[in-house]
């Protein structure tokens, strides 16, 4: 009895020890693992790790969890320097977020904890602009961006974040005039915009139920609206408000709906009076209706004009068309208007497109099946980290013995096999050709696909697997039914639809963010050598996925480095290719995205064969850029967009490395390209298609 009991409590003990140091979700980890490395491995950051590790169980300093999920950070006058990581988005159950009182500097990163209701990263030395993304988290409470160095037009992003109660940008150099969202903020208490540089009116926030507000020392003009001035805590000076009364509202204004908060003694006397009325009238009714109880359904007062009233007050405003349309006319312009209603039925940026995340929409990808997730090559995050082993004899199988009908391509290093296994499954096998390795494969290709095998990111075709058996080496990856970019832009049949100018941007974002992972935060840098648009695959949501990444040993000993059209001009011999050599590469693909023209055409003219050569001239050209733009487009596109764009193509393909911007600074350009176009990037998966008919 007393042994029983005695294991009984054994037991308990070990599910609690268990429950108590559960380990942490590895997406939670790795965010946390980029993070610390990005804020440069500071010591205050007690149990923090590089790589790995247990937050929750090992109670890593500021971390907070729920289960095996990271709930709060708070890394509050830590003294922290350096960056806040890249991916910040993994972090889906983080709900408060507090890096306040530090000396980090960069720009906001774009991919922020989606879900967060508290963030506060005041009193750090952030730059560049508000990010977009915070446009989705609409679980905002509290945002508080003070006391940084924070520039340019605030961005037109507030739509949805009806919870926000506290809003605080003071300190900054933002411009500009207020965003007309602004009067979404329907749970706004507290808003300071003190210390920058705004413009204009501040009439977009008059409705808002504000008790706390302080704009001093701004550039506002115009009048302090009336519904303002009774706040209980109010700051306006230093800023050129006009004298005298204020001008009467445009004709046809609807009222001030929290006008009766700043009402006048008359006003207040004139609603009495009404309110007697209204009274009267409802005692009025309720007698009748008592007396006339049996016929009361034909004396009750119908709701029908209440009900005008409401829709009346609220009826909608259908949205302004894209700029995109305002270069068509006519029947054109009415056809591509039906053809972008899914551009118009919103004016947000989808942040889960931005920030490249795995995670899918009901309905849409599931990027691997179950099956599949049960072959994926991680078996540790250590540096023992090992791909799965497949059997060569269940793959050829699966290739039909690598029959030329499953051939999917052919490189300098070797072929790409499609396999179809018996559960479903299709994966892309690239089998490596054996005379590149010297002296035989084993280590070396063992060694490789360690290597590989390590590398992590949303924009990269992950390694599944590998075979190194009988002579044979190859790397298994998942299979992408898309696709490469290639095939989109260049062999794009009757039954696809084109790419669309935010698609585009798209995925030149996402195979940036791939290059900066490559080069900027694996250690050592990896160079690519291959970036191309055959080898930037498109998933089934149309986000990029960069291959062919850490086999740059391979292709240093073939004489055919790159696709022609991609060399950059000091890649005479393989080993003259430098990181900077890739940026040239990827900005051949960006002309590849806005052109639509393939890097070496020989069917073109002499002098427009190369693309490189034809096109840098002409990208600060705005009449020769706009002659450029791919036919495909059919003018669908925001002129200033393209212009950003081809800007940050002609820093990529400058003739001399030196001069090519670092792969971060490539990012950090498109970002801001979004963000100031206030672009709508939900309009790819219903506009760019391989698979619907193409409406001509």
Known sequence: ????????????????????????????????????????????????????????????????????????????????????????????????????????????????????????????????????????????????????????????????????????????????????????????????????????????????????????????????????????????????????????????????????????????????????????????????????????????????????????????????????????????????????????????????????????????????????????????????????????????????????GRLLGEGSIGRVYRAKYSDGKVLAVKEIDPSLFHGGPPEEFSQIVANISKLHHPNIAELVGYISEDGHSMLIYEYFRNGSLHEFLHLSDDFSKPLTWNTRVRIALGTARAVEYLHEICSPSLVHRNIKSSNILLDSDLNPRLSDYGLASFYQRTSQNLGAGYNAPECKKPSAYTLKSDVYCFGVVMLELLTGRMPLDSSKPQSEQCLVGWASPQLHDIDALEKMVDPALRGLYPLKSVSRFADIIALCVQSEPEFRPPMSEVVQALMQLVQRSNMNMREDLGASRRTDDYDV
């Open 1 to 404: 009895m007393h042994h029983n009991l005695a294991g009984l409590w054994i037991a308990v003990l070990a599910v609690l020890t268990a429950a108590v140091h559960c380990k942490t979700n590895s997406k939670d980890v790795e965010a946390l693992n980029v993070m610390y490395k990005s804020l440069n491995s500071p010591s205050q950051l007690s149990g923090w790790k590089s790589s790995g590790g247990d937050p929750c169980g090992d109670s890593w300093e500021g971390i907070k969890c729920s289960g095996s999920s990271v709930t709060d950070i708070d890394l509050s006058g830590l003294g922290l320097r350096g960056t806040m990581g890249y991916q910040l988005n993994s972090l889906t159950s983080v709900t408060s977020f507090d890096l306040s009182n530090n000396n980090l500097n960069g720009e906001i990163p774009y991919q922020l904890p989606p879900n967060t209701r508290f963030l506060d990263l005041s009193k750090n030395q952030f730059t560049g602009n508000v990010p977009y993304s915070i446009s989705q988290m609409t679980d905002l409470d509290h945002l508080n961006l003070a006391h940084n160095q924070l520039k340019n037009q605030l961005g037109d992003m507030f739509k949805k974040l009806t919870k926000l109660k506290q809003l605080d940008l003071s300190f900054n150099q933002l411009s500009e005039s207020l965003p007309q969202s602004f009067k979404s903020l329907s749970s706004l208490k507290k808003l300071h915009l003190q210390n920058n540089q705004f413009s204009g009116t501040i009439n977009v926030i008059a409705n808002l139920p504000i008790e706390d507000l302080n704009v001093e020392n701004n550039k506002f003009t115009g009048w302090i609206p009336e519904e303002l001035k009774d706040i209980d805590s109010l700051q306006t000076g230093g800023n050129s408000w006009s004298t005298g009364p204020a001008p009467p509202p445009p004709p046809g204004t609807p009222p001030i709906k929290h006008a009766e908060k700043h009402h006048s003694g008359k006003s207040l006397v004139t609603g009495l009076a009404i309110a007697g009325v209204i009274l009267a009238v409802l005692a009025i009714t309720i007698i009748a209706i008592a007396f006339f109880k049996r016929r009361s359904d034909s004396f009750l007062p119908s709701s029908h004009f209440l009900d005008e009233e409401r829709r009346s007050r609220r009826s909608s405003f259908a949205p302004l068309a894209s700029r995109e349309l305002s270069r068509r006319s006519g029947a054109d312009a009415g056809k591509d208007l039906k053809e972008l209603s899914p551009v118009l039925d919103s004016a947000t940026i989808d942040i889960k497109v931005l920030q490249n995340e795995k995670t899918t929409p009901t309905g849409a990808r599931a990027s691997v099946s179950d099956s599949e997730s049960a072959n994926r090559m991680i078996a540790t995050r250590s540096n023992s980290v090992r791909a799965t082993s497949f059997s060569l004899a269940d793959l050829q199988v699966a290739t039909a013995n690598f029959a030329s």
